[in-house]
């Protein structure tokens, strides 16, 4: 059980801290930061269903003793960055257009 807070606290600093708008956003002027921001934050909302579907499917895994608390963790972990990579690279995209 202590493995298992562990994981969704862990978890939770993680989509708190790939939830963050500034970051991305701070490496260009400050003229055009809100419009980064703005970019990056619909980025999110793009992928929203996508997350969502990944975490519901995790869930169904590890309740049906598919996946442990470890391996719910890792493939958490490597979700995050795989997609926060994804994103930036999308921000990165959009923002040469700009």
């Not at 909302?45 to 990944?54: L, R, Y």
């Amino acid at each position: 059980m202590t493995v298992l807070a562990l994981a969704f606290i862990l978890l939770g600093a993680s989509w708190g801290i790939a939830w963050a708008a500034d970051p991305p956003c701070d490496k260009y002027p400050i003229v055009i930061q809100t419009k980064c921001e703005a970019i990056w934050k619909s980025l999110y909302q793009e992928d929203g269903p996508v997350i969502a579907q990944f975490g519901l499917d995790q869930q169904k895994r590890r309740e049906e003793g598919k996946i442990n608390a470890e391996q719910h963790l890792g493939e958490n972990m490597a979700f995050i960055k795989q997609s926060t990579e994804k994103r930036l690279a999308r921000l990165k995209e959009r923002m040469a257009k700009e």
